[in-house]
């Protein structure tokens, strides 16, 4: 981790944009201060109105999944072996990644408010379960698991929010599909980064990144809102809901998560990694199986029906 701190200080501006000129949640809203407000309000809800019930819900808990920010800040910044100098690599690059990922829920939160569909108190009880409860993402304080993960998971939400904004598109609702796209851009940019920084440990510690890796991939990736739950409900109770509304749509799925795994596998070139040793190689055969396997897996699942009711939407 202190070998790549210095290089995480030479590409921050490559992966993190300005904040002077990135874009902010109002420039997606309407504008309380114009004369038109209550007209691009009342365009605004006319077209939340056209949205499918399964994706209030997918799009209410990836908002929740957002807004829960202090829980992974808190995380990254418990991770072992870094440097906590504020103005050091890891640091400074925990602060404004966290940065541009608090627009994200911002935005979909003063979406939703202004959309009348939801109930803003359910919500905000889920929200502040998440980030009370916190999570177990199976990384402990490990660095390379921890890259690992937010390699893997930038890329799923990047996902999420692309096809939450396809969706809203063919919904009718147009601005909705630019916010859920501008979002994926940026899950998308960080997903290179950590990339990236994952690809320096590999090329210097490679037996020990491949035992992580194929670790990760054993205890599966969770979700990081898999804490989710509904006022009255126990840990995770409504996690399974969420995901069961995001498969019906085609918003996230098995083979999504398939997908990725080898996505990773390519990027990192695991198959031609030099210089491993007994375990590294063993855990490069387990890694290099795992997708068909996998694969085999997510053709027998059957697309789940069971309709249920959250208490997040406005009935």
Known sequence: MLHIENYMLEVMDTYLKPIDTNWQPSDFLPDSTSETFFQDLKYLRENAEGLSYDLVAVLIGDTITE????????????VDGVNRDEQGGWMKWVRHWTAE?????????????????????????????????GFDIGT????????????????????????????????GD????????????????????????????????PSEAMLAFEDMMRHKIVMPAHFLREMGL??????????????RLGVYTAVDYVEIMQQLIEEWKVETMPDLNEAGEKARDYIMALPNRLLRVADRMKNPTMEYKFSWIHS
Request: proline share 2%.
């Open 67 to 78: 807004e829960a920010l202090p829980t992974y800040e808190s995380w990254l910044s418990m």
């Open 101 to 133: 990922e608090n627009r994200h829920g911002d935005l979909l939160n003063k979406y939703l408010y202004l959309s009348g569909r939801v109930d803003m108190r359910q919500m905000e009880i889920s929200t502040q379960y998440l980030i009370a409860d």
């Open 140 to 171: 402990g304080n490990d660095p390379y698991r921890n890259f690992i993960y937010t390699s893997f998971q930038e890329l799923a939400t990047n996902i999420s929010h692309r096809r939450v904004a396809s969706l809203a598109k063919q919904n």
């Open 174 to 205: 147009t601005s909705l599909s630019k916010m859920c796209g501008v979002i994926a851009s940026d899950e998308a940019r960080h997903a290179k980064a950590y990339k990236d920084f994952m690809s320096k440990i590999f090329a210097v510690d």
């Open 234 to 247: 126990k840990i995770g109770q409504t996690f399974g809901h969420f995901t069961d509304a995001a498969q």
